[in-house]
Protein backbone atom coordinates (compact mmCIF):
# COMPACT_ATOMS: atom_id res chain seq x y z
CA UNK A 1 0.00 0.00 0.00
CA UNK A 2 2.54 2.35 0.96
CA UNK A 3 4.73 1.91 -2.32
CA UNK A 4 1.74 2.40 -4.48
CA UNK A 5 0.41 5.61 -2.40
CA UNK A 6 3.99 7.17 -2.94
CA UNK A 7 3.96 6.11 -6.72
CA UNK A 8 0.71 7.83 -7.22
CA UNK A 9 1.38 11.44 -5.31
CA UNK A 10 5.31 10.96 -7.33
CA UNK A 11 3.01 10.46 -10.92
CA UNK A 12 0.50 13.34 -10.30
CA UNK A 13 3.30 15.72 -8.92
CA UNK A 14 5.39 15.19 -12.17
CA UNK A 15 2.45 15.16 -14.63
CA UNK A 16 0.20 17.57 -13.00
CA UNK A 17 1.50 19.77 -10.82
CA UNK A 18 5.68 20.43 -11.91
CA UNK A 19 5.22 21.79 -15.07
CA UNK A 20 2.35 24.13 -13.94
CA UNK A 21 4.63 25.27 -10.96
CA UNK A 22 6.42 28.17 -11.89
CA UNK A 23 3.24 29.76 -13.67
CA UNK A 24 1.29 29.48 -10.57
CA UNK A 25 3.99 30.90 -8.78
CA UNK A 26 4.68 33.92 -10.83
CA UNK A 27 0.65 34.56 -11.22
CA UNK A 28 -0.09 33.68 -8.23
CA UNK A 29 -2.63 31.18 -9.19
CA UNK A 30 -4.09 28.51 -6.69
CA UNK A 31 -5.11 25.29 -8.28
CA UNK A 32 -8.30 24.82 -7.06
CA UNK A 33 -8.99 22.19 -9.79
CA UNK A 34 -5.84 20.28 -8.94
CA UNK A 35 -6.15 20.35 -5.43
CA UNK A 36 -9.89 18.67 -5.68
CA UNK A 37 -8.35 16.26 -8.25
CA UNK A 38 -5.61 15.57 -6.11
CA UNK A 39 -9.30 15.29 -3.36
CA UNK A 40 -10.58 12.42 -5.66
CA UNK A 41 -7.56 10.15 -5.25
CA UNK A 42 -7.66 10.24 -1.56
CA UNK A 43 -4.67 12.73 -0.80
CA UNK A 44 -7.08 15.27 1.64
CA UNK A 45 -7.71 12.44 3.88
CA UNK A 46 -4.79 10.86 4.47
CA UNK A 47 -4.26 9.88 8.24
CA UNK A 48 -8.03 9.72 8.66
CA UNK A 49 -9.17 6.78 9.31
CA UNK A 50 -11.22 4.92 6.71
CA UNK A 51 -14.51 4.77 8.74
CA UNK A 52 -14.18 8.46 8.51
CA UNK A 53 -13.99 8.04 4.80
CA UNK A 54 -9.76 8.71 4.69
CA UNK A 55 -7.31 6.44 3.27
CA UNK A 56 -6.14 5.07 7.16
CA UNK A 57 -2.53 5.93 6.15
CA UNK A 58 0.07 5.22 8.59
CA UNK A 59 2.24 8.98 9.07
CA UNK A 60 4.98 7.88 7.77
CA UNK A 61 3.79 7.39 4.33
CA UNK A 62 1.49 10.29 4.79
CA UNK A 63 5.41 12.25 5.11
CA UNK A 64 6.37 10.64 2.19
CA UNK A 65 3.45 11.39 0.05
CA UNK A 66 4.15 15.06 1.29
CA UNK A 67 7.50 15.22 -0.14
CA UNK A 68 6.38 13.87 -3.86
CA UNK A 69 4.12 17.22 -3.54
CA UNK A 70 6.52 19.50 -2.22
CA UNK A 71 8.97 18.41 -4.67
CA UNK A 72 7.18 19.53 -7.29
CA UNK A 73 5.20 22.20 -5.69
CA UNK A 74 5.56 23.28 -2.16
CA UNK A 75 2.51 25.70 -2.16
CA UNK A 76 0.61 23.08 -2.86
CA UNK A 77 1.94 20.98 -0.38
CA UNK A 78 1.00 23.59 2.09
CA UNK A 79 -2.88 23.93 1.04
CA UNK A 80 -3.46 20.38 1.31
CA UNK A 81 -0.53 19.71 4.54
CA UNK A 82 -2.34 22.04 6.47
CA UNK A 83 -5.65 20.78 5.82
CA UNK A 84 -4.39 16.86 5.98
CA UNK A 85 -2.65 17.80 9.64
CA UNK A 86 -4.12 20.27 11.71
CA UNK A 87 -8.28 20.69 10.90
CA UNK A 88 -8.34 16.94 10.64
CA UNK A 89 -6.44 15.72 13.60
CA UNK A 90 -8.68 18.57 15.83
CA UNK A 91 -11.57 16.40 14.28
CA UNK A 92 -10.45 13.22 14.71
CA UNK A 93 -9.23 13.99 18.17
CA UNK A 94 -11.92 16.00 19.48
CA UNK A 95 -15.02 16.25 17.30
CA UNK A 96 -18.51 15.07 18.15
CA UNK A 97 -19.77 12.10 15.78
CA UNK A 98 -22.06 14.92 14.33
CA UNK A 99 -19.22 17.25 13.85
CA UNK A 100 -17.15 14.47 12.17
CA UNK A 101 -20.23 13.04 10.00
CA UNK A 102 -20.81 17.05 8.75
CA UNK A 103 -17.12 17.81 8.21
CA UNK A 104 -14.58 15.52 8.88
CA UNK A 105 -16.33 12.71 6.05
CA UNK A 106 -16.53 15.62 3.33
CA UNK A 107 -13.08 17.11 3.80
CA UNK A 108 -10.95 13.19 3.85
CA UNK A 109 -13.07 13.02 0.43
CA UNK A 110 -11.65 16.42 -0.90
CA UNK A 111 -15.11 17.90 -1.17
CA UNK A 112 -14.15 20.51 1.48
CA UNK A 113 -11.13 21.98 2.08
CA UNK A 114 -9.95 23.19 5.65
CA UNK A 115 -7.51 25.64 7.38
CA UNK A 116 -6.50 26.84 10.56
CA UNK A 117 -6.31 30.15 12.39
CA UNK A 118 -4.39 30.58 15.12
CA UNK A 119 -2.26 33.66 14.47
CA UNK A 120 -3.01 37.75 15.08
CA UNK A 121 -1.39 40.70 14.23
CA UNK A 122 0.01 40.68 17.76
CA UNK A 123 0.19 37.15 18.60
CA UNK A 124 2.57 35.58 16.55
CA UNK A 125 4.91 33.05 18.55
CA UNK A 126 3.48 34.05 21.76
CA UNK A 127 0.22 32.45 20.54
CA UNK A 128 -1.43 32.05 23.92
CA UNK A 129 -1.85 36.06 24.18
CA UNK A 130 -4.38 36.26 21.14
CA UNK A 131 -7.47 39.16 21.61
CA UNK A 132 -10.57 37.14 19.02
CA UNK A 133 -13.37 36.99 21.22
CA UNK A 134 -16.31 35.43 21.18
CA UNK A 135 -18.98 36.09 23.19
CA UNK A 136 -21.98 33.69 24.55
CA UNK A 137 -25.29 34.81 23.33
CA UNK A 138 -28.30 32.37 24.18
CA UNK A 139 -27.61 29.22 22.36
CA UNK A 140 -24.97 31.43 19.75
CA UNK A 141 -21.86 32.20 20.14
CA UNK A 142 -20.65 35.72 18.79
CA UNK A 143 -17.01 36.20 17.40
CA UNK A 144 -15.23 39.17 16.83
CA UNK A 145 -11.11 39.94 16.20
CA UNK A 146 -8.84 39.66 13.41
CA UNK A 147 -6.62 36.84 12.36
CA UNK A 148 -3.79 36.88 10.36
CA UNK A 149 -1.39 35.09 8.63
CA UNK A 150 -3.84 31.91 7.96
CA UNK A 151 -3.35 29.49 5.08
CA UNK A 152 -6.56 28.85 3.00
CA UNK A 153 -7.77 31.83 4.51
CA UNK A 154 -9.36 32.98 1.26
CA UNK A 155 -9.72 29.33 -0.30
CA UNK A 156 -11.33 27.19 2.30
CA UNK A 157 -14.84 25.77 3.16
CA UNK A 158 -13.96 25.79 6.89
CA UNK A 159 -11.56 27.03 9.10
CA UNK A 160 -10.63 26.05 12.69
CA UNK A 161 -10.80 29.31 14.49
CA UNK A 162 -8.94 29.72 17.74
CA UNK A 163 -11.02 32.67 19.62
CA UNK A 164 -11.01 33.38 23.48
CA UNK A 165 -14.00 32.82 25.71
CA UNK A 166 -12.68 33.82 28.86
CA UNK A 167 -13.68 37.46 30.18
CA UNK A 168 -11.86 40.34 29.91
CA UNK A 169 -12.09 40.77 33.67
CA UNK A 170 -10.86 37.49 34.38
CA UNK A 171 -8.10 36.37 31.71
CA UNK A 172 -7.35 32.71 31.86
CA UNK A 173 -4.09 32.85 29.54
CA UNK A 174 -3.87 29.07 27.70
CA UNK A 175 -6.72 28.34 29.30
CA UNK A 176 -9.28 31.46 27.98
CA UNK A 177 -9.04 30.22 24.45
CA UNK A 178 -11.59 27.95 22.71
CA UNK A 179 -11.63 26.22 18.98
CA UNK A 180 -14.58 27.02 16.58
CA UNK A 181 -15.46 24.93 13.54
CA UNK A 182 -16.61 28.07 10.95
CA UNK A 183 -17.95 27.68 7.87
CA UNK A 184 -16.62 30.30 5.52
CA UNK A 185 -19.64 31.48 3.91
CA UNK A 186 -20.84 32.61 7.58
CA UNK A 187 -21.97 35.69 7.71
CA UNK A 188 -19.18 38.20 9.18
CA UNK A 189 -16.36 36.17 8.21
CA UNK A 190 -14.37 38.11 5.71
CA UNK A 191 -10.88 37.11 4.11
CA UNK A 192 -8.47 39.96 3.68
CA UNK A 193 -6.54 40.54 0.41
CA UNK A 194 -4.21 37.44 -0.08
CA UNK A 195 -0.62 38.31 1.41
CA UNK A 196 1.79 39.35 -1.23
CA UNK A 197 4.41 36.51 -0.12
CA UNK A 198 8.50 36.03 -0.52
CA UNK A 199 7.59 32.19 -1.63
CA UNK A 200 4.59 29.73 -1.52
CA UNK A 201 3.26 32.62 -4.31
CA UNK A 202 0.28 29.64 -5.56
CA UNK A 203 -1.03 28.81 -1.60
CA UNK A 204 -3.44 31.36 -0.40
CA UNK A 205 -2.86 33.03 2.93
CA UNK A 206 -4.97 35.89 4.32
CA UNK A 207 -6.33 37.67 7.29
CA UNK A 208 -9.63 37.29 8.56
CA UNK A 209 -11.87 39.91 9.48
CA UNK A 210 -14.36 38.06 12.30
CA UNK A 211 -17.30 40.65 12.75
CA UNK A 212 -20.34 39.24 14.91
CA UNK A 213 -19.91 36.13 13.40
CA UNK A 214 -22.94 33.90 14.96
CA UNK A 215 -22.20 30.56 15.51
CA UNK A 216 -24.46 27.73 17.17
CA UNK A 217 -22.92 26.58 20.23
CA UNK A 218 -22.91 22.92 18.52
CA UNK A 219 -19.57 24.61 16.26
CA UNK A 220 -17.19 24.50 19.31
CA UNK A 221 -14.65 21.56 19.06
CA UNK A 222 -14.12 19.45 22.38
CA UNK A 223 -14.21 21.81 25.56
CA UNK A 224 -14.36 25.23 26.25
CA UNK A 225 -11.19 26.39 27.49
CA UNK A 226 -8.85 24.13 25.56
CA UNK A 227 -8.41 25.69 21.86
CA UNK A 228 -4.71 26.30 22.68
CA UNK A 229 -4.05 22.52 23.66
CA UNK A 230 -6.20 21.55 20.31
CA UNK A 231 -3.90 23.70 18.58
CA UNK A 232 -0.41 22.48 20.14
CA UNK A 233 -1.73 19.03 19.60
CA UNK A 234 -2.56 19.95 15.70
CA UNK A 235 0.70 21.81 15.12
CA UNK A 236 2.51 18.67 16.24
CA UNK A 237 1.19 16.89 13.27
CA UNK A 238 1.57 20.13 11.21
CA UNK A 239 5.18 20.39 12.27
CA UNK A 240 6.02 16.49 10.84
CA UNK A 241 4.18 17.94 7.59
CA UNK A 242 6.03 21.09 7.50
CA UNK A 243 9.22 18.46 8.28
CA UNK A 244 8.30 16.46 4.97
CA UNK A 245 7.84 19.59 3.08
CA UNK A 246 11.63 20.82 3.85
CA UNK A 247 13.04 17.69 2.68
CA UNK A 248 10.95 17.92 -0.52
CA UNK A 249 12.18 21.14 -1.26
CA UNK A 250 15.92 20.27 -0.60
CA UNK A 251 15.53 17.07 -2.49
CA UNK A 252 14.55 19.20 -5.54
CA UNK A 253 17.22 21.25 -5.34
CA UNK A 254 19.99 18.68 -4.96
CA UNK A 255 18.19 16.54 -8.11
CA UNK A 256 18.59 19.80 -10.16
CA UNK A 257 21.93 20.75 -8.88
CA UNK A 258 23.08 17.22 -9.37
CA UNK A 259 21.93 17.33 -13.08
CA UNK A 260 23.36 21.29 -13.80
CA UNK A 261 26.92 19.75 -12.06
CA UNK A 262 26.97 17.04 -14.64
CA UNK A 263 26.43 19.24 -17.92
CA UNK A 264 27.75 22.30 -17.15
CA UNK A 265 31.21 22.53 -17.69
CA UNK A 266 34.06 24.86 -17.11
CA UNK A 267 37.83 25.18 -17.56
CA UNK A 268 36.51 22.54 -20.04
CA UNK A 269 35.53 20.47 -16.70
CA UNK A 270 32.22 19.79 -15.76
CA UNK A 271 31.39 20.70 -12.61
CA UNK A 272 30.98 17.71 -10.95
CA UNK A 273 34.58 16.94 -11.29
CA UNK A 274 35.59 19.54 -8.79
CA UNK A 275 36.43 18.28 -5.41
CA UNK A 276 34.68 21.46 -4.10
CA UNK A 277 31.42 20.88 -6.26
CA UNK A 278 31.55 16.88 -4.72
CA UNK A 279 31.95 18.24 -1.32
CA UNK A 280 28.79 20.66 -1.08
CA UNK A 281 26.74 17.66 -3.08
CA UNK A 282 27.83 15.33 -0.59
CA UNK A 283 26.75 17.69 2.51
CA UNK A 284 23.33 18.37 0.57
CA UNK A 285 22.76 14.37 0.18
CA UNK A 286 23.72 13.76 3.89
CA UNK A 287 21.72 16.26 5.87
CA UNK A 288 18.67 15.68 3.01
CA UNK A 289 18.94 12.31 4.18
CA UNK A 290 19.31 12.46 7.68
CA UNK A 291 16.26 15.22 7.79
CA UNK A 292 13.90 12.53 6.72
CA UNK A 293 14.95 9.55 8.98
CA UNK A 294 14.87 12.23 12.08
CA UNK A 295 10.93 12.91 10.23
CA UNK A 296 10.07 9.19 9.38
CA UNK A 297 11.65 8.40 12.94
CA UNK A 298 9.33 11.46 14.74
CA UNK A 299 5.80 9.52 12.24
CA UNK A 300 6.93 5.82 13.42
CA UNK A 301 6.65 7.66 17.20
CA UNK A 302 3.03 9.15 16.53
CA UNK A 303 1.78 6.15 14.91
CA UNK A 304 2.90 4.15 18.26
CA UNK A 305 0.91 6.56 20.12
CA UNK A 306 3.51 8.17 21.89
CA UNK A 307 3.99 11.97 22.71
CA UNK A 308 6.04 13.53 19.60
CA UNK A 309 6.09 17.19 20.64
CA UNK A 310 9.65 17.03 20.96
CA UNK A 311 10.09 15.07 17.84
CA UNK A 312 7.56 17.03 15.96
CA UNK A 313 10.31 20.10 16.56
CA UNK A 314 12.79 18.85 16.00
CA UNK A 315 11.72 17.32 12.76
CA UNK A 316 10.29 20.62 11.52
CA UNK A 317 13.54 22.71 13.34
CA UNK A 318 16.39 20.35 11.47
CA UNK A 319 14.56 20.06 7.97
CA UNK A 320 13.76 23.62 7.59
CA UNK A 321 17.07 24.69 8.07
CA UNK A 322 18.45 21.90 5.89
CA UNK A 323 15.66 22.87 3.46
CA UNK A 324 17.20 26.81 3.39
CA UNK A 325 21.06 25.60 3.76
CA UNK A 326 20.50 23.34 0.95
CA UNK A 327 18.64 26.10 -1.56
CA UNK A 328 21.12 28.59 -0.80
CA UNK A 329 23.99 26.17 -1.66
CA UNK A 330 21.90 25.15 -4.66
CA UNK A 331 21.77 28.53 -6.13
CA UNK A 332 25.89 28.94 -5.58
CA UNK A 333 26.09 25.96 -7.65
CA UNK A 334 24.15 27.74 -10.72
CA UNK A 335 25.86 30.63 -10.32
CA UNK A 336 24.70 33.62 -11.76
CA UNK A 337 21.72 30.93 -13.70
CA UNK A 338 20.86 30.23 -9.94
CA UNK A 339 19.90 33.69 -9.35
CA UNK A 340 17.35 34.02 -12.38
CA UNK A 341 13.70 33.44 -12.49
CA UNK A 342 14.19 31.42 -15.66
CA UNK A 343 15.43 28.60 -13.95
CA UNK A 344 13.84 26.83 -10.79
CA UNK A 345 16.46 27.06 -7.90
CA UNK A 346 15.59 30.36 -6.63
CA UNK A 347 12.14 29.47 -6.61
CA UNK A 348 12.78 26.76 -4.15
CA UNK A 349 15.10 28.84 -2.00
CA UNK A 350 12.39 31.66 -1.49
CA UNK A 351 9.88 28.43 -0.65
CA UNK A 352 11.87 26.90 1.63
CA UNK A 353 12.35 30.08 3.75
CA UNK A 354 8.98 30.37 5.01
CA UNK A 355 9.38 26.53 6.51
CA UNK A 356 11.84 28.22 9.32
CA UNK A 357 9.28 30.65 10.06
CA UNK A 358 5.55 29.29 9.67
CA UNK A 359 3.78 26.51 12.15
CA UNK A 360 6.19 28.20 14.56
CA UNK A 361 9.40 29.77 13.80
CA UNK A 362 12.73 28.09 14.57
CA UNK A 363 13.24 29.75 17.69
CA UNK A 364 10.16 28.53 18.78
CA UNK A 365 11.06 25.02 18.11
CA UNK A 366 14.52 25.15 20.01
CA UNK A 367 12.32 26.61 23.06
CA UNK A 368 10.13 23.11 22.93
CA UNK A 369 12.71 21.05 22.45
CA UNK A 370 14.85 22.70 25.16
CA UNK A 371 11.54 22.63 27.32
CA UNK A 372 11.19 18.96 27.06
CA UNK A 373 15.31 18.48 27.86
CA UNK A 374 15.30 20.90 30.93
CA UNK A 375 12.09 19.92 32.52
N1 LIG B 1 0.30 19.15 23.01
C1 LIG B 1 -0.66 19.23 23.97
N2 LIG B 1 -0.71 20.22 24.89
C2 LIG B 1 0.24 21.17 24.82
C3 LIG B 1 1.27 21.15 23.86
C4 LIG B 1 1.29 20.07 22.92
N3 LIG B 1 2.22 19.99 21.99
N4 LIG B 1 2.07 22.22 24.04
C5 LIG B 1 1.57 22.91 25.07
N5 LIG B 1 0.46 22.28 25.55
C6 LIG B 1 -0.36 22.64 26.69
C7 LIG B 1 0.49 22.74 27.96
O1 LIG B 1 0.63 21.48 28.60
C8 LIG B 1 -0.29 23.74 28.81
O2 LIG B 1 -1.36 23.10 29.46
P1 LIG B 1 -1.27 22.85 31.07
O3 LIG B 1 -1.17 24.23 31.68
O4 LIG B 1 -2.54 22.14 31.38
O5 LIG B 1 -0.04 22.04 31.30
C9 LIG B 1 -0.90 24.68 27.76
O6 LIG B 1 -0.88 23.97 26.51
C10 LIG B 1 -0.10 25.95 27.62
O7 LIG B 1 1.22 25.58 27.27
P2 LIG B 1 2.50 26.49 27.56
O8 LIG B 1 2.44 26.98 28.97
O9 LIG B 1 3.71 25.74 27.12
O10 LIG B 1 2.20 27.73 26.60
P3 LIG B 1 3.09 28.96 26.20
O11 LIG B 1 2.23 30.17 26.17
O12 LIG B 1 4.35 29.00 27.01
O13 LIG B 1 3.43 28.65 24.65
C11 LIG B 1 4.71 27.84 22.79
C12 LIG B 1 4.21 27.61 24.23
C13 LIG B 1 5.46 26.58 22.44
C14 LIG B 1 5.62 29.05 22.71
C15 LIG B 1 3.48 28.01 21.84
O14 LIG B 1 2.85 29.25 22.07
C16 LIG B 1 3.86 27.94 20.38
O15 LIG B 1 3.98 26.85 19.83
N6 LIG B 1 4.01 29.10 19.70
C17 LIG B 1 4.15 29.13 18.26
C18 LIG B 1 2.79 29.20 17.64
C19 LIG B 1 2.78 28.74 16.21
O16 LIG B 1 3.35 27.72 15.87
N7 LIG B 1 2.09 29.51 15.39
C20 LIG B 1 1.95 29.17 14.03
C21 LIG B 1 0.51 29.30 13.67
S1 LIG B 1 -0.04 28.44 12.23
C22 LIG B 1 0.62 29.25 10.92
O17 LIG B 1 1.78 29.41 10.86
C23 LIG B 1 -0.29 29.70 9.83
C24 LIG B 1 -0.55 28.66 8.83
O18 LIG B 1 -1.65 28.53 8.34
C25 LIG B 1 0.57 27.79 8.39
Known amino acids: ?103 LKPMARGELLAGFALSEAEAGSDAASLHAQAVRDGKDWV ?57 LRASNTAGIELSDLRLPAAHMLGDEGMGFVYAMEGLDAGRLGIGAQGVGIARKALELSLEYCAERKQFETPLHDFQAVQFKL ?9 ARALAHRAAARKDAGEDISLYASMTKLFASETAMWVTTQAIQLFGGYGYMRDFPVEKLFRDAKVTEIYEGTSEIQRVVIARHLTR
Open 282 to 290: ADMATRIEA
Open 1 to 103: MREQVVELAREFAREKIEPYAAEWDRTHHFARDVIAELGKLGFMGMCTPEEYDGMGLDTVTYLMALEEISAADAAIAVSIGIHNAIPTTMLVKHGTPEQRERW
Open 143 to 199: LNGAKAWATNAGTADLMMIMVRTDTPDARRGAKGISTFIVPTDTKGYTPAKPEDKMG
